[in-house]
């Protein structure tokens, strides 16, 4: 039922947006009475929960917002210079809603939920420097390989820069200092890997399904209107990250991950480290294109060796007793490594090293 989902979507922004909790909470009840928001959610009925159909209309409503068409809704909006008055959020959203329900359902069904959260950028920085060094001990070298970045789920891209990325630890700047989007990730320990060296970049490519082009407005306001309003620290990242995504374009092609995939494993290059990063994707890939790039990822291992090694490098949620916990994980061929470097939130900020087995 669309109104439980409405409310589970509410359940997972406690403690964290009590702006979005407020909204989705009343937009459940009204589904449930038939009112504006069924008319806004129709066709979306029998939508599944990894859809997540209650973002979806929580950042459709947004995107009004920052478009500056509810005047009297951007009040509550921090993201436009507003405080939430949730007691009275529901009432100067009706006639939002009820003036601009088909635009609404046109962007509840035309778009699908991405973050494309740059905090993420700060577990991969330390995941890379793991990754470059274990493949030049691996291979009896004293200079960490340089690496190759391939994301699958790249969404606008905003991630496929970690090496041009500044992160402020309490006694330095890894990375980029004078980067126009400076992190404090927020780590508990170290990554097991000697910080001084730098990571080099020689080569970067992502795809999506749906990927986002953040050279314009359209797909600015597409990755803000996800963002939780209430949540300036994320919003702030996000304006920074599209900001050096200006000066630093990396394209994002339009294609399913397994096949897009394998054309890009399909040539090596001598003395670099080709990584295949996916970040809080996995949940949206069907069976099938699980089983497939699975497939492209075992052949490709098969043909890694010491001058062209290959890692696969994930952070992805993994259910607990009453949650998730989002680990990073990595796996080096022909090494043979397979390490669980740690665990942090689903936004890649904090994060705490603490390197086992991944089993």
């Known amino acids: 039922m669309l109104a439980e989902l409405f409310a589970a979507a509410a359940h997972g922004c406690r403690d964290r947006s ?5 909204l989705l909470t009343d937009a459940a009840e009204d589904l449930r009475q038939g009112g504006v928001t069924t008319r806004i959610m129709a066709g979306s009925e029998r939508d599944r929960e990894g859809s997540a159909p209650g973002l979806r209309f929580a950042g459709a409503v947004h995107r009004l917002v920052l478009e500056g068409r509810a005047p009297g809704l951007a009040k509550h909006y921090p993201s436009v210079g507003g405080q939430p008055n949730l007691p009275t959020l529901w009432e100067d959203a009706l006639p939002v809603l009820e003036g601009h329900a088909d635009v609404l359902r046109h962007r509840v069904h035309a778009t699908v939920v991405q973050t494309n959260e740059p905090g993420r950028s700060a577990p991969l920085y330390g995941g890379l420097m793991v990754a470059a060094q274990e493949a030049a001990k ?26 041009h990325v500044g992160y402020q630890l309490e006694d330095a700047v890894l990375g980029d200092p004078d980067s126009l989007l400076v992190l404090d990730p927020e780590w508990t320990g170290r990554p097991p890997a000697d910080l001084g060296h730098r990571l080099r970049v020689v080569g970067r490519a992502g795809c999506d399904l749906n990927p986002v082009d953040v050279s314009t407005e359209d797909g600015r306001l597409h990755l803000s209107s996800f963002v939780w309003a209430d949540q300036l620290v994320r919003w702030n990242r996000l304006r920074d990250a599209l900001d050096l995504a200006a000066t630093d374009p990396v394209r994002v092609d339009r294609a399913a991950g397994p096949e897009w995939l394998a054309r890009q494993l399909g040539r090596a290059e001598r003395d670099v480290l080709t990584v295949v990063w996916h970040s809080v994707v996995w949940q949206y890939v069907s069976p099938a294109d699980r089983a497939m790039g699975r497939a492209v990822l075992a052949d490709a291992a098969a043909k890694a060796t010491p001058t062209t090694p290959l890692a696969l490098l994930v952070f992805e949620p993994r259910r607990t007793d009453d949650d998730y916990r989002f680990e990073l994980l990595l796996k080096l061929w022909p090494a043979g490594i397979s390490l669980n470097l740690g665990h942090g939130a689903g936004h890649g900020t904090p994060f705490t090293w603490n390197v086992t087995p991944w089993e």
């Open 138 to 163: 691996a291979a009896h070298r004293h200079v960490p390989f340089c690496v190759r970045l391939l994301e699958v789920g790249a969404s606008g891209g905003l991630n496929l820069r970690p090496h």
């Open 18 to 22: 009590p702006l979005t909790q407020r």
